[in-house]
């Protein structure tokens, strides 16, 4: 992990000290032993604030967006997951490719925060992490904190399809071994959803909608959200806006709409990297939704994880005369 | 009236009377181990064990969409209904933070403009508060003069003390509550519940892990309003709305209409300063267009512009917004940096 | 379709949504259509999950 840190300092610090680019989007220490903050950076010396490990959840590709319309390069550090992201953005021509560096890193998986954090002792410093292969080290100021990977890790990370990414312009170490489960299903909540009858299905979801706060995080973090203007932010006066929808009005109904949207407008884009179910402040199963239109997707119209590469077409942008449909 | 200790029996006895005439707000667990502050049946339904309730009991006096009026215009004439007087209620279980956090809203709403939507519910609850029963890693209420067992708000103060709670008596609405169910409180065991209140007092003060130094901090961010800091520090922010939908003071809310037909309602809802179309004009013209001015305002609102209109702080150092933020934007090391920065 | 199915996945009956590609010169069948889709719905009852969305 420390060769990874040392090469992607180095070529960060390369990269804008030789003005290749005029900013590089990474990860740094956060302000608790138990996370990373998104860092950047515009200089050589601020190169050395660079960091990555497992604490680096974060899918850093959302902000490319932020910079979309300028007219300046930038580099991005990217896992596995992240990367597919990166495919989509180029796809959609959001951002062009010859104004991005990508700096992918070797992922062997993340730390769950939630599950975490109840043992780290309260004020604790971060000085280093070791992996020792079947542990996650956090060493600190108030001991050494160990973490099994197969208990502590985030959902996505045993199901995770890619640990390396596919698609990166400089990688900063060498393959480790993916964290994902042999023999796991991908898609057994899903299944198990499925075989709910409508009326559980409903009460299911009613329960987790009416605790939504609208809070938007499961959108903003989102990097298959790359509207300028989302369709629930219309500029529509407040005396209008019962005639469209996405107000702000909080109910059970507004709020099943919001997410039931949401599904539609992610399908084809949605890369899985679970970045919504992280940010939820009040614990909504987001990816439960979301890798249902990627099941669909892939029994429907034989769509793979979208991003994997930028060659494959999204199922609702092609049309082709063998789509099942039934409504002729 | 002198203070009074209840049992904890004698407490849920109390909360379960209490529900027969009143909305009684305390926190509640969700399916998902989510704690807010919400409306409870029975003292049974408390997550009683909960260090801090996620979501704030702001949404009890400003709800997240509260109907204001209905109206009609059937006929061709405009009838309005009124929605009717809030129901009496009881808020149990607010945390210091979480008093001096209603304490912080008060002026907003009471001030040149009476907004009787917020006071009459304020008018007709009863604020029983509860002294913490640990320091969590994110709280720094103590930065900002608060100790965890600061009763300053509520009408009546619980503090855990040997099998039952130690109450104090802080305002004649406490007063009235405690008149009205004299059997349950006792004069016993005054003296040690005071005694077990300072020791926990000095305890909880010696966990505290987050500390900052608040001095000359408004009289800098005043002067900071054109720094590059802002554009540094925006560049990390999602524009999500979880650090004001979560934090007790924040207080902004839109206004819109919902009608079908004849009939309608105008309603008010949170809004956020972190979205985009907050400030959004009519012409298209955005006074706060990027994050930078979005970040900005918000931080500038919390450490100075609250202050500046009603003297209190706009923050009262609960911590919420640290432990929630997605991207680590850390109110505690903004403070910090505020100091640090040329 | 996938509209369909995740409308479903959320509980909600995937029959009220009802997707006909008819063509300008398929008047009769537009009629015969509808009074189907009316008739569907109708068996389906008031949608009370989506009550106070406007």
Same mark, same amino acid.
């Given at each position: 992990?420390?060769?990874?840190?040392?090469?992607?300092?180095?070529?960060?610090?390369?990269?804008?000290?030789?003005?290749?680019?005029?900013?590089?989007?990474?990860?740094?220490?956060?302000?608790?032993?138990?996370?990373?903050?998104?860092?950047?950076?515009?200089?050589?010396?601020?190169?050395?604030?660079?960091?990555?490990?497992?604490?680096?959840?974060?899918?850093?590709?959302?902000?490319?967006?932020?910079?979309?319309?300028?007219?300046?390069?930038?580099?991005?550090?990217? !896992?596995?997951?992240?990367?597919?992201?990166?495919?989509?953005?180029?796809?959609?021509?959001? #951002?062009? $490719?010859?104004?991005?560096?990508?700096?992918?890193?070797?992922?062997?998986?993340?730390?769950?925060?939630?599950?975490?954090?109840?043992?780290?002792?309260?004020?604790? $410093?971060?000085?280093?992490?070791?992996?020792?292969?079947?542990?996650?080290?956090?060493?600190?100021?108030?001991?050494?904190?160990?973490?099994? !990977?197969?208990?502590?890790?985030?959902?996505?990370?045993?199901?995770?399809?890619?640990?390396?990414?596919?698609?990166?312009? #400089?990688?900063?170490?060498?393959?480790?071994?993916?964290?994902?489960?042999?023999?796991?299903?991908?898609?057994?909540?899903?299944?198990?959803?499925?075989?709910?009858?409508?009326?559980? !299905?409903?009460?299911?979801?009613?329960?987790?909608?009416?605790?939504?706060?609208?809070?938007?995080?499961?959108?903003?973090?989102?990097?298959?959200?790359?509207? !300028?203007?989302?369709?629930?932010?219309?500029?529509?006066?407040?005396?209008?806006?019962?005639?469209?929808?996405?107000?702000?009005?909080?109910?059970?109904?507004?709020?099943?709409? #919001?997410?039931?949207?949401?599904?539609?407008?992610?399908?084809?884009?949605?890369?899985?990297?679970?970045?919504?179910?992280?940010?939820?402040?009040?614990?909504?199963?987001?990816?439960?939704?979301? $890798?249902?239109?990627?099941?669909?997707?892939?029994?429907?119209?034989?769509?793979?994880?979208?991003?994997?590469?930028?060659?494959?077409?999204?199922?609702?942008?092609?049309?082709?005369?063998?789509?099942?449909?039934? #409504?002729? | 009236?002198?203070?009074?200790?209840?049992?904890?029996?004698?407490?849920?006895?109390?909360?379960?009377?209490?529900?027969?005439?009143?909305?009684?707000?305390?926190?509640?667990?969700?399916? &998902?181990?989510?704690?807010?502050? +919400?409306?409870?049946?029975?003292? +049974?339904?408390?997550?009683?064990?909960?260090?801090?309730?996620? %979501?704030?009991?702001?949404?009890?006096?400003?709800?997240?969409?509260?109907?204001?009026?209905?109206?009609?215009?059937?006929?061709?004439? @405009?009838?309005?209904?009124?929605? *009717? *007087?809030?129901? *009496?209620?009881?808020?149990?279980?607010?945390?210091?933070?979480?008093?001096?956090? %209603?304490?912080?809203?008060?002026?907003?709403?009471?001030?040149?403009?009476?907004?009787?939507?917020?006071?009459?519910?304020?008018?007709?609850?009863?604020?029983?508060?509860?002294?913490?029963?640990?320091?969590?890693?994110?709280?720094?209420?103590?930065?900002?003069?608060?100790?965890?067992?600061?009763?300053?708000?509520?009408?009546?103060? @619980?503090?855990?003390?040997?099998?039952?709670?130690?109450?104090?008596?802080?305002?004649?609405?406490?007063?009235?509550?405690?008149?009205?169910?004299? *059997?349950?409180?006792?004069?016993?065991?005054?003296?040690?519940?005071?005694?077990?209140?300072?020791?926990?007092?000095?305890?909880?003060?010696?966990?505290?892990?987050?500390? %900052?130094?608040?001095?000359? %901090?408004?009289?800098?961010?005043?002067?900071?309003?054109?720094?590059?800091?802002?554009?540094?520090?925006?560049?990390?922010?999602?524009?999500? +709305?979880?650090?004001?939908?979560?934090?007790?003071?924040?207080?902004?809310?839109?206004?819109?209409?919902?009608?079908? +037909?004849?009939?309608?309602? &105008?309603? &008010?809802?949170?809004?956020?300063?972190?979205?985009?179309?907050?400030?959004?004009?009519?012409?298209?013209?955005?006074?706060?267009?990027?994050?930078?001015?979005?970040? &900005?305002?918000?931080?500038?609102?919390?450490?100075?512009?609250?202050?500046?209109?009603?003297?209190?702080?706009?923050?009262?150092?609960?911590?919420?917004?640290?432990?929630?933020?997605?991207?680590?934007?850390?109110?505690?090391?903004?403070?910090?940096?505020?100091?640090?920065?040329? | 379709?996938?509209?369909?199915?995740?409308?479903?996945?959320?509980?909600?009956?995937?029959? /009220?949504?009802?997707?006909?590609?008819?063509?300008?010169?398929?008047?009769?069948?537009?009629?015969?259509?509808?009074?189907?889709?009316?008739? /569907?719905?109708?068996?389906?009852?008031?949608?009370?999950?989506? /009550?106070?969305?406007?």
């Amino acid at each position: 992990m420390k060769t990874v840190v040392d090469n992607l300092r180095r070529e960060a610090a390369r990269l804008l000290a030789g003005d290749e680019v005029k900013m590089v989007i990474g990860y740094a220490a956060g302000t608790d032993a138990a996370r990373t903050t998104p860092c950047f950076a515009t200089t050589p010396e601020q190169a050395a604030l660079l960091t990555w490990g497992p604490l680096c959840a974060n899918n850093l590709v959302k902000y490319l967006l932020d910079y979309r319309f300028e007219d300046t390069r930038l580099a991005v550090v990217v !896992k596995g997951c992240d990367s597919r992201a990166v495919n989509r953005l180029l796809q959609d021509l959001q #951002f062009p $490719r010859q104004r991005l560096v990508v700096l992918g890193v070797p992922c062997g998986g993340q730390l769950d925060r939630a599950s975490i954090l109840s043992e780290i002792p309260p004020g604790a $410093r971060l000085q280093d992490i070791e992996d020792t292969g079947e542990d996650l080290v956090l060493v600190t100021d108030k001991g050494r904190l160990s973490f099994p !990977k197969d208990r502590f890790l985030m959902d996505k990370c045993y199901r995770c399809e890619t640990n390396m990414p596919v698609v990166a312009d #400089f990688l900063a170490g060498e393959p480790v071994p993916s964290p994902a489960r042999e023999g796991f299903e991908h898609t057994a909540e899903v299944d198990g959803m499925e075989a709910l009858d409508i009326a559980d !299905k409903s009460s299911f979801w009613d329960n987790e909608f009416s605790r939504c706060l609208r809070c938007t995080a499961c959108r903003n973090a989102c990097p298959a959200c790359s509207c !300028k203007e989302c369709v629930f932010e219309q500029a529509v006066p407040g005396w209008q806006q019962s005639g469209i929808i996405g107000s702000k009005v909080n109910s059970l109904p507004e709020n099943a709409v #919001f997410h039931l949207i949401r599904m539609f407008h992610v399908t084809g884009r949605c890369v899985d990297c679970g970045e919504c179910e992280r940010v939820c402040p009040v614990g909504i199963p987001l990816r439960l939704l979301y $890798r249902k239109v990627l099941k669909d997707a892939r029994i429907l119209y034989g769509a793979g994880t979208p991003g994997m590469s930028t060659e494959t077409v999204s199922p609702l942008s092609e049309f082709r005369p063998d789509d099942p449909e039934e #409504f002729m | 009236m002198s203070n009074k200790t209840i049992t904890r029996d004698q407490l849920a006895t109390l909360l379960d009377r209490l529900v027969e005439k009143n909305r009684v707000i305390a926190p509640v667990s969700d399916n &998902r181990g989510v704690v807010r502050f +919400g409306e409870i049946q029975k003292a +049974g339904d408390i997550a009683w064990g909960f260090d801090q309730a996620k %979501v704030p009991a702001k949404s009890h006096f400003l709800p997240q969409t509260e109907e204001l009026y209905r109206y009609d215009t059937s006929g061709g004439e @405009l009838k309005i209904e009124p929605v *009717p *007087p809030p129901r *009496p209620a009881v808020i149990f279980g607010l945390h210091p933070c979480d008093l001096k956090a %209603v304490a912080a809203l008060d002026p907003v709403f009471d001030g040149a403009f009476k907004d009787v939507y917020y006071l009459n519910k304020r008018e007709r609850t009863v604020i029983i508060g509860l002294s913490c029963r640990k320091v969590l890693p994110t709280c720094f209420c103590r930065s900002y003069g608060i100790e965890p067992t600061d009763g300053q708000g509520a009408d009546l103060m @619980l503090t855990e003390a040997g099998d039952g709670y130690y109450v104090e008596i802080l305002t004649p609405k406490g007063e009235a509550l405690i008149r009205d169910n004299a *059997p349950l409180f006792s004069d016993a065991g005054v003296a040690e519940g005071r005694r077990a209140k300072d020791a926990l007092a000095g305890e909880l003060a010696g966990q505290f892990q987050l500390n %900052v130094d608040l001095t000359g %901090v408004k009289a800098k961010v005043d002067t900071m309003f054109e720094h590059p800091y802002w554009q540094e520090l925006a560049r990390k922010c999602l524009g999500c +709305g979880i650090c004001t939908y979560l934090c007790p003071t924040c207080h902004c809310f839109d206004i819109i209409e919902s009608h079908s +037909g004849h009939r309608g309602c &105008r309603l &008010r809802c949170w809004d956020s300063c972190m979205f985009a179309d907050f400030t959004l004009h009519t012409s298209s013209h955005n006074p706060r267009s990027t994050k930078k001015e979005r970040v &900005r305002n918000r931080f500038l609102h919390k450490l100075s512009y609250h202050d500046e209109r009603y003297g209190l702080a706009g923050c009262v150092g609960c911590g919420r917004c640290i432990a929630e933020c997605p991207v680590n934007i850390d109110i505690t090391q903004i403070i910090a940096d505020i100091e640090e920065v040329d | 379709m996938l509209f369909k199915q995740m409308m479903e996945y959320v509980g909600l009956e995937p029959d /009220r949504l009802q997707i006909r590609w008819i063509s300008g010169s398929e008047g009769a069948k537009v009629a015969e259509v509808t009074r189907e889709m009316t008739e /569907r719905i109708r068996a389906l009852g008031p949608n009370t999950k989506m /009550r106070d969305v406007k």
